[in-house]
């Protein structure tokens, strides 16, 4: 039972145990909620390349929308953690009641806007016929699956400010079985007696699960200690609580959402070389994804460490946390980087027997490796200046490295240099590094405005 849970302190005992504790269960959830995509991505295979490209492009605009998930637990991480900090549990209190109040607002009006903006995006990064129409078919699903969604990361967003990451970890570890089995029975049916739905059942099944994971969330956040003895007078907006909410997360909203509009950015291009360049681009995503779970877990865990310390005005505990992740991480880039080089087209293998799909997507891999452990740095970064509430800058850095980059790069070497399809890879590759490079400009001069410098001797 949740009734009445209590929290984990992160400003006191030793940092790499903090570490442990978050970053563990928050990577096996990762990797449950990529294996859950895998498991899409192989039943959408099953059905034809087509619908793995449609799913590809669905999946793309399907997650813009879903950048207002992301951004709200960002904020509530940052928030809630720093409030949790200081001691000040009114404060965590009424920012997570106001939040997630918030979040059913913007839920119900990003639904509305989907509607609309989810075709015409689509439409405009893929050629008119089948992996079209597959696309928009399986949003216009998705639309329905997004309050479970964009909750469920708010949600999680209050939790892991109170040093729980194990509640999302179990949920997706269901969603994941659950997936297992829904996708064949809306898919196929039950011969005789219930008939599949055919591609589509592939977003049901997303729909039917994930809600179960938001349901799941939402009972152990209300089962915390300090929500006990809620009223729905509490949940009535208040303006500067939303304004206090809204500031912190609309530049990362609006930082990930430039994130996934670079993947139409990069579809765009491979539309040129046709659906197979399409999906082996989605599938080998999903191997990417896979490759970089540990540090995606790692560096999740540094934003309630880092806000929490932040709150409780320990400047050394944060630079602290922010070495002891990126020391970590280089760890880890170390074994993930070769296996992609040389594991690359058995990987792309598990999905597809297209050589095609195979040829692409392990181009994309081989780049992909020299570029996991500046992704590792930038996600570290993210995490670190929503940690110091200056969310404000990882919006400019992913406006650089997410929009202006690699429209320009990506445009470069394909149109001027004629690269074709590594060209994509290539001009990625600069966006990144060159990211990289402003980011680390960023994070060292707001280190030194907030906590008196990110490279200060002990």
């Not at 729905?232 to 809204?246: K, M, N, Q, S, T």
Request: glycine share 12%; aromatic share 14%.
């Amino acid at each position: 039972m949740a009734r009445g849970r209590s929290d984990r302190d992160l400003t006191r005992g030793a940092i790499s145990g903090h570490f442990r504790a978050l970053a563990l269960p928050a990577a096996v959830g990762m990797l449950f909620s990529t294996l859950y995509n895998v498991v899409d991505v192989y039943f959408a295979g099953q059905i034809s390349t087509e619908a793995q490209a449609g799913l590809a492009i669905g999946f793309q605009a399907f997650f813009i929308n879903m950048a207002v998930g992301f951004g709200l637990g960002g904020a509530m991480g940052a928030l809630v953690g720093k409030a949790k900090g200081g001691r000040d549990e009114a404060q965590a209190r009424r920012l997570a009641v106001q939040g997630i109040s918030l979040g059913v607002l913007l839920t119900l009006g990003l639904m509305l806007i989907a509607v609309w903006l989810g075709p015409a995006m689509i439409a405009l990064v893929s050629e008119a016929g089948e992996y079209r129409d597959a696309g928009t078919n399986y949003f216009r699903w998705l639309i329905f699956a997004l309050p479970g969604f964009l909750l469920a990361y708010g949600g999680n967003g209050v939790l892991q400010a109170r040093g729980d990451t194990k509640s999302l970890q179990r949920a997706l570890m269901v969603a994941f079985f659950a997936n297992i089995g829904l996708n064949p029975l809306f898919i196929y049916g039950v011969p005789g007696v219930v008939p599949g739905i055919g591609f589509n059942g592939i977003a049901l099944s997303t729909l039917c699960s994930q809600t179960g994971v938001m349901l799941y969330i939402m009972y152990q956040v209300f089962g915390r200690k300090i929500m006990q003895g809620l009223t729905w007078a509490e949940f009535r907006p208040d303006p500067a609580v939303y304004g206090v909410i809204l500031r912190q997360m609309l530049p990362t909203s609006l930082s990930i959402a430039v994130m996934f509009t670079t993947g139409f950015v990069i579809q765009y291009y491979l539309k040129a070389f046709g659906g197979s360049a399409v999906a082996a681009y989605g599938i080998a995503l999903r191997v990417e994804q896979i490759m970089l779970l540990p540090v995606l877990g790692m560096t999740g865990a540094l934003l309630p460490i880092a806000a929490q310390n932040f709150g409780a005005e320990d400047p050394a505990r944060v630079r602290q946390a922010v070495f002891f992740c990126w020391k970590l991480g280089f760890a880890m880039m170390a074994v993930a980087c070769p296996v992609l080089w040389f594991g690359g087209e058995w990987a792309m293998g598990l999905f597809t027997d297209d050589a095609e799909v195979i040829r692409v997507g392990v181009s994309y891999l081989h780049v992909d490796g020299f570029l996991l452990p500046f992704y590792m740095m930038l996600f570290s970064i993210n995490s670190f200046l929503q940690a110091m509430q200056r969310p404000i800058w990882s919006l400019w850095i992913s406006v650089y490295r997410q929009g202006i980059a690699v429209a320009l790069f990506v445009w470069v070497m394909v149109r001027v240099f004629d690269l074709g399809i590594w060209g994509v890879w290539f001009g990625v590759a600069i966006a990144v590094t060159s990211g990289w490079g402003l980011a680390m400009t960023v994070a060292t001069r707001v280190a030194r405005q907030v906590i008196g410098g990110l490279w200060v001797r002990p």
